[in-house]
């Protein structure tokens, strides 16, 4: 089975252009989150997917991120415009809904360099 | 407002040792601990968990212990292996917050062989 894939692998942008992420989730898992872990800190939540419907997306750091996750498969996540202090790693993760408590899958992450 | 934090962060132990890795958290809406493990350039891989309303858990070499009254837990690791150097997390979860999970910086460990 294969695992949460996530890509680019890297992305190196100057301020104020445009990226998207991508993210593939585990087959059949309707749980999908996207985290940021910025250099030196935690890794941080950012929003919560239930199929195509945005659970919670209270860690989003300001409208300049959009994420979308149509027809409840694969999600994106784009920083337009992007700044400065948006470099860190983006990861996805995964995990069922049939659960109480589920562990969630991570994917190996995006490292995004804003320049 | 760090919610969950893991102090001494970085620990070097002798192979066939025991690791323990210590993890401390504020809010007590928490009820799912996990434990994660990252290697360089990878996403962190799952390894063990526990609910608020066990004590403890052992998965082979891993074991977790939860003091709810302390807000701490802990992971064991017996006996460590070279290949278990890595950065590993603590996350914390309430089932109200729809399992979104809380980290700490994370502890970096050393198996010396």
């Known amino acids: 089975e294969a695992g949460v894939t996530q890509f680019p692998s890297h992305s190196v942008i100057e301020k104020g252009q445009t990226v998207t992420l991508r993210c593939d989730p585990i087959?059949?898992?309707?749980?999908l989150y996207w985290y940021r872990r910025v250099m030196g800190k935690e890794i941080k939540f950012l929003l919560h997917f239930v199929k195509e419907s945005k659970q919670d997306e209270s860690g989003m750091p300001n409208n300049r991120f959009l994420a979308e996750r149509t027809g409840g498969t694969y999600s994106t996540l784009k920083v337009q415009p992007a700044e400065l202090e948006d470099s860190g790693v983006y990861f996805c993760?995964?995990?069922?809904?049939?659960?109480?408590?589920?562990?969630?899958?991570f994917g190996p992450g995006t490292r995004l360099t804003v320049l | 407002d760090q919610q969950v934090k893991q102090n001494s962060p970085s620990l070097s132990v002798q192979e066939g040792r025991i690791s323990i890795l210590n993890c401390d958290y504020t809010n007590s809406m928490f009820d799912y601990f996990l434990w994660y493990k990252k290697y360089p350039a990878e996403g962190p891989t799952f390894l063990i968990s526990?609910?608020?309303?066990?004590d403890k858990n052992e998965d082979g070499r891993f074991t977790v212990f939860l003091n709810k009254s302390a807000k701490h837990l802990s992971l064991h690791i017996v006996p460590s292996q070279p290949g278990d150097s890595a950065v590993y997390f603590c996350a914390a979860s309430a089932l109200s917050g729809n399992n979104r999970l809380a980290f700490g910086k994370g502890n970096q460990v050393v198996v010396i062989p």
């Open positions: 526990i609910s608020s309303i066990k």
């Open positions: 993760a995964s995990s069922q809904a049939s659960r109480l408590y589920n562990e969630q899958f």
């Open positions: 087959s059949g898992h309707d749980n």
